[in-house]
C-alpha cells in the first residue's frame, strides 16, 4: 500500500500560503493588543498609577517575551520538530516517546491543558472586541451601557462560528488571510501614528527596563505582573499545532510580518497612555482599554468591526488546532474514538462535530458565567503555561534524540523552563479569579485521557492470546463442513493482538464455541498507529494455508481508518499473487471483481464478575466501557457503515481468576434411591 500524497503543496512558502497562514495560525496571537495593555493598567491600579517607567518596563517585558517564547522557542526551535510537516504537542510526543514510557504524561498535560485553552480563547477575544461598541456615542445612547446587549451578540458571533466549521479551515482560512492582513495592517498604522508623539520609548528594547520594573515599586503588581505580560504570548502554542495546516515555511514567511505589527501597536499604545496619563477625563475611566483610546474617533467604528473580525479569527485558530489534537490523540489511543469528517481535499482539514459541539457549549457557558472581558482575563493564561512548560520538556528529549549536545539540550531546558515556571507562578494567582474553571476543564480532559490509556493497558494485561496455528485444523474442517450454514465467503476479524501468528482466545471463542461460523477465508486484521503521520503500509501472513490471512495494516496518525477500501484492496491484491484463491462471483455488478462477500466481526469486552481486577483498576474498566457508550460505534470509526457487520459482546475476564466450584445437594429420596443402587452393586 503507497504511501498516502499529500493532496496540496503545503511545503513551500508562497504569497496564498503566507496568507493562509495569516488567517489560519495568527488570530489568537494576533488579538492580544485587545486586552494586555488594558491587563497591565487594571492589575497596576489604573492610568493614575502609571510611571514613564512602569510603562517603559511593560513594554520591554512585552517585548522580549514575544521574542524569547514565540520567536526563539516556538518558531526558530519547535517548528523544526514537525513529524512529516505535523505540529502540536502529540505530534512532538509521537517522536520522542521511544525515549522513555513516563513522556506520555507530559504529552497528556499539555494536550489537555491546551483543548482547556481552547474554550477560553473565543469567549475572552471576542468579548473584549465587542464591548469596544461602548466607546461608540451612538451605540451607547441604545443600549445604555447593558452589558447584557453585548453578550448577547458575542453568543450570537460564537453560534455562526461554530456553525461553519463543517466548511473546513480550507475554506476559512482563504476567507480569513485577506482579513487578518488588514487586521495586521491596521494595528501597525495605529501603533506608528500614536508613536510619532514619542520616539524615546524605543529605549524599552532594552532587557534593562523589563528586569528593573520587576523589582520597582512603581510596579504595585510586582512579580504577578507577568501574569498580563505573559497574555502577549498565548497563541505561540496554538501556532506550532497549526503547523500541518499551512506549513512550516509559511509561517516563516509570515511571522516578522505579524511580530512588527503586534509590537508598533504595543509602543503606540504606550505612547498614548503616556500621553494622557495626567488628563482628567481618563482619571477615573473604569474598564480603560488603550487600544480602542488610541484609535482616532473618526476610525472608532472601524476598529471595532475589524476588531471583531480578528477576534473571530483567532477563535477559529484554537478551534482548528483542537481539531488536530483531538484527532491525534484518537489515533494515539489517548482518547474515545469520535466521528471525523474531512471537509476538503487538503491536507490536515479535518472537523470533528463532537468537539465542536463540546467547544461552543463550553465557550457559551464562559460568557455567561464571567460576563465581561475583564473577568474572563482573570482566568486567561493560566492553562496555557502548563502546555508551554510540557513542551519544553518533550523538546528537551527531542533535541536529546537528534544527538544534540546534552549540555545545549538542557540549557534549552533550564532557561525556557525557568521562563515559563515564572509565568506559571505569576499566573497561578488567576487560580482564585476564575482560574480555576480554565483547570477544571482540563482535569476533566485530563481523567479521560488517564482513563483510556490505563484501561487499554489493562485490557492488554488481562486478555488472553492463543497460537493461531492450534486451531488451523478445526478452521480448516469448519470451512468445509457442508452441514453448517455459510456465514460468508470472507469473515474479517479485528484484533489487537500484536503478535504475528497469535491471536485473542475470545475471537476463537466467537468463531468456534459461540456459534460456529463457516467461511471460505479468515482475516484477522490488527491495525498499527504508527508515528508517521501519513504512513500507509501493510504485511500479510497466510501460515502456510489459502483460508487464513493475518494482515498487519500500519497507518499513520493522521491517516483516516478506512477498513472496508484497505481490505479489498489487499484481497485484490493476495488473489493475483495466488496466495489465496480467486473467488468467482455468479451475481455481481462488477465484472472484474476476484473476491466474494465480506463480513466484519466486531467484538465488545463486557466487564465480567470473573476477574481478578482490584478496585481501582475494575472502576477504571468501567469508566471505560461507559464512556464509549457515547462515542462512536467502531463500525463507523472503521468506515464500515455501509458493509455487512456483526458485533458480539464477550465477557472480559483474566485467565488466572479464582472460579468457585458448586457443590450439588441431593433430595432425600434421591440418597435413598443411590444408597439402594450401590448396596446392588455390592452383592
Same mark, same amino acid.
Given at each position: ?41 487594571? @492589575? ?66 499539555? @494536550? ?110 510586582? #512579580? ?11 497563541? !505561540? ?33 504606550? !505612547?498614548?497612555?503616556? !500621553? ?71 491536507? $490536515? ?66 532557561? #525556557? ?37 490505563? $484501561? ?48 485473542? %482466545? ?11 461460523? %463457516? ?48 481490505? %479489498? ?68 470509526? #472503521? ?45
Amino acid at each position: 500500500m503507497k504511501s498516502l500524497t499529500k493532496q496540496n503543496n503545503i511545503s513551500k512558502a508562497t504569497l496564498g500560503g503566507i496568507l493562509i497562514a495569516l488567517g489560519v495560525v495568527y488570530g489568537d496571537i494576533g488579538t492580544s493588543p485587545l486586552y494586555v495593555m488594558k491587563s497591565i493598567l487594571k @492589575g497596576n491600579g489604573g492610568i493614575n498609577n502609571v510611571s514613564e517607567n512602569f510603562i517603559l518596563g511593560s513594554l520591554s517585558l512585552v517585548f522580549w517575551t514575544i521574542t524569547i517564547l514565540t520567536t526563539i522557542k516556538y518558531v526558530m526551535i519547535t517548528l523544526k520538530a514537525d513529524n512529516k510537516g505535523e505540529g502540536g504537542i502529540f505530534s512532538l510526543f509521537t517522536l520522542v516517546r521511544s525515549q522513555a514510557k513516563w513522556l506520555i504524561i507530559p504529552a497528556m498535560i499539555g @494536550g489537555s491543558a491546551l483543548l482547556a485553552d481552547g474554550m477560553l480563547t473565543p469567549a475572552v477575544t471576542v468579548t473584549s472586541a465587542i464591548e469596544g461598541l461602548n466607546l461608540i456615542p451612538s451605540f451607547n445612547e441604545v443600549v445604555g451601557g447593558n452589558q447584557d446587549i453585548i453578550i448577547i451578540i458575542v453568543i450570537a458571533i460564537l453560534s455562526l462560528l461554530f456553525a461553519i466549521q463543517h466548511f473546513g479551515t480550507d475554506l476559512i482560512g482563504k476567507l480569513f488571510g485577506p482579513i487578518m492582513f488588514v487586521w495586521f495592517s491596521t494595528l501597525a498604522i495605529f501603533g506608528i501614528v500614536s508613536i510619532t508623539h514619542d520616539f524615546t520609548l524605543l529605549r524599552a528594547l532594552s532587557p534593562h527596563y523589563a528586569i528593573s520594573i520587576l523589582f520597582s515599586h512603581e510596579n504595585k503588581a510586582g #512579580f504577578f505582573l507577568l501574569g498580563s505580560i505573559f497574555l502577549s504570548s498565548t497563541g !505561540a502554542e496554538a501556532l506550532y499545532s497549526d503547523l500541518g495546516h499551512v506549513g512550516q515555511k509559511n509561517i516563516y514567511g509570515s511571522w516578522p510580518f505579524v511580530k512588527i505589527c503586534l509590537l508598533l501597536n504595543y509602543f503606540g499604545q504606550g !505612547a498614548w497612555i503616556l !500621553a494622557v496619563k495626567n488628563n482628567p477625563q481618563f482619571a477615573n475611566m473604569t474598564d480603560l482599554n488603550p487600544f480602542f483610546q488610541m484609535v482616532p474617533h473618526a476610525f472608532l467604528v472601524y476598529s471595532v468591526i475589524i476588531s471583531t473580525l480578528a477576534a473571530i479569527i483567532a477563535s477559529q485558530a484554537l478551534i482548528s488546532g483542537s481539531f488536530t489534537l483531538v484527532s491525534e490523540a484518537i489515533k494515539l489511543n489517548l482518547f474515545p474514538r469520535l466521528h471525523i469528517m474531512y471537509p476538503s481535499r487538503s491536507k $490536515g482539514q479535518l472537523y470533528i462535530p463532537t468537539i465542536n459541539r463540546i467547544l461552543w457549549f463550553a465557550c457559551i457557558g464562559i460568557v455567561l458565567y464571567f460576563k465581561s472581558s475583564d473577568n474572563m482575563e482573570a482566568a486567561y493564561g493560566l492553562a496555557i503555561t502548563a502546555t508551554m512548560l510540557m513542551t519544553t520538556i518533550l523538546l528537551f528529549n527531542y533535541l536529546l534524540k537528534k544527538n544534540v549536545k546534552f549540555i545545549i539540550a538542557l540549557s534549552m531546558l533550564i532557561f #525556557f523552563g525557568t521562563f515559563e515556571t515564572c509565568f506559571f507562578v505569576a499566573n497561578a494567582v488567576k487560580f482564585m479569579h476564575g482560574g480555576y474553571i480554565a483547570v477544571l476543564i482540563a482535569l476533566a480532559i485530563l481523567s479521560i485521557m488517564y482513563i483510556w490509556i490505563r $484501561g487499554y493497558n489493562i485490557k492488554m494485561r488481562v486478555v488472553e492470546n492463543v497460537p493461531l496455528e492450534d486451531y488451523k485444523k478445526q478452521l480448516d474442517q469448519l470451512r468445509q463442513d457442508n452441514d453448517r450454514p455459510k456465514y460468508t465467503s470472507n469473515l474479517v476479524c479485528l484484533t489487537t493482538c500484536k503478535e504475528p501468528r497469535q491471536i485473542e %482466545r475470545k475471537i476463537m471463542y466467537s468463531l468456534l464455541d459461540k456459534r460456529p461460523k %463457516r467461511a471460505d477465508v479468515y482475516w484477522f486484521v490488527h491495525i498499527k498507529v504508527t508515528d508517521e503521520p501519513y504512513q500507509a503500509e501493510y504485511s500479510v501472513d497466510t501460515m502456510d494455508t489459502s483460508y487464513i490471512v493475518k494482515v498487519q495494516i500500519k497507518l499513520g496518525f493522521r491517516v483516516d481508518q478506512q477498513l472496508n477500501v484497505f481490505l %479489498r484492496q489487499i484481497s485484490t491484491d493476495l488473489v493475483n499473487s495466488g496466495e489465496i484463491q480467486k473467488q468467482s462471483r455468479n451475481y455481481t455488478t462488477m465484472q472484474d471483481r476476484k473476491v466474494g462477500d465480506f463480513r466484519f466481526l466486531l467484538i465488545q469486552e463486557q466487564l465480567s464478575y470473573e476477574t481478578d481486577l482490584n478496585f481501582s483498576e475494575t472502576f477504571i474498566l468501567k469508566a471505560k466501557l461507559f464512556i464509549k457508550r457515547y462515542t462512536v460505534s467502531p463500525a463507523k470509526w #472503521f468506515g464500515l457503515e455501509t458493509s455487512d457487520v456483526d458485533i458480539e459482546n464477550v465477557p472480559l475476564f483474566s485467565a488466572h481468576c479464582n472460579h468457585t466450584t458448586l457443590q450439588r445437594v441431593y433430595k432425600e429420596e434421591q440418597i435413598t434411591s443411590k444408597k439402594k443402587e450401590k448396596k446392588k452393586v455390592n452383592q
